[in-house]
């Protein structure tokens, strides 16, 4: 079945200790997005990419980054986890002029 | 900017329907979308409607728009316990122009 896969589902990082989830897809889609979802909150987008092209939401803290080495694999890095950093980080795709994103399971980042 | 507001909670009796609303601010919105999150999960489209249709339906699901008071609404006819999850509202431009309301947590009672 096509869809988008993100790994791992849950990650434990200590304060100030880099790390980065993963998102795959099988969709095919040129549109790639990350999402931070707090507790009780919607999600707020970070950045997408289109295709090549990144997008950084203007209130993205410096401290997130994103690579996308090919149109199914998309990196979300967090340089230096704060404890205000933890959240469920969402991964979603879509086609551009679609109606809508295809969102993966999410990845649940706990920082200690 | 755009708003999108919904209520936090909504609680009903399995088998009576859930009416979950929503409310938007952007006049300009083309399409408006209803997702489902269950616990610890993400985030699935469950239907959208265009802006210039005032009501579709899909099966248990039945899908409101108020153009004029920017008002969405969600039907769940026949609630099951399989409903319970958290229900976001979200208006938009295009797939790459979402903005989600806050989340209404439905919970369904046996």
């Known amino acids: 079945d096509a869809m988008v896969i993100q790994n791992p589902r849950y990650q434990v990082t200590q304060f100030g200790k880099p790390v980065t989830l993963s998102c795959s897809q099988t969709?095919?889609?040129?549109?790639m997005y990350w999402y931070q979802q707090k507790s009780s909150q919607a999600p707020k987008l970070l950045f997408h990419?289109?295709?090549?092209?990144?997008?950084n939401e203007a209130d993205t803290p410096d401290n997130f980054q994103s690579r996308r080495p090919n149109t199914s694999f998309c990196f979300l890095d967090i340089r230096s986890p704060g404890l205000g950093d933890a959240a469920m980080y969402l991964c979603?795709?879509?086609?551009?002029?679609?109606?809508?994103?295809?969102f993966g399971p999410g990845t649940r980042l706990l920082v200690l | 900017g755009e708003d999108v507001e919904q209520s936090l909670f909504l609680s009903v009796r399995e088998g009576d329907s859930s009416v979950i609303n929503c409310t938007y601010t952007?006049?300009?919105?083309?399409?408006l979308y209803w997702y489902k999150q269950e616990p610890g999960a993400g985030l699935q489209l469950l239907t959208y409607?265009?802006?210039?249709?005032d009501m579709k339906q899909d099966q248990r699901l039945t899908v409101l728009l108020n153009k004029k008071d920017k008002h969405l609404s969600l039907r769940i006819a026949d609630t099951q316990t399989g409903d319970s999850a958290i229900y976001f509202c979200?208006?938009?431009?295009?797939?790459?122009?979402?903005?989600f309301g806050t989340g209404t947590r439905l919970t369904v009672i046996p």
């Open positions: 969709l095919n889609h040129n549109v």
């Open positions: 990419y289109y295709d090549k092209d990144f997008n």
């Open positions: 979200a208006e938009g431009t295009g797939a790459n122009n979402l903005f």
């Open positions: 979603a795709t879509s086609r551009v002029l679609e109606e809508t994103q295809y």
């Open positions: 952007d006049s300009s919105s083309t399409y």
């Open positions: 409607i265009f802006s210039n249709m």
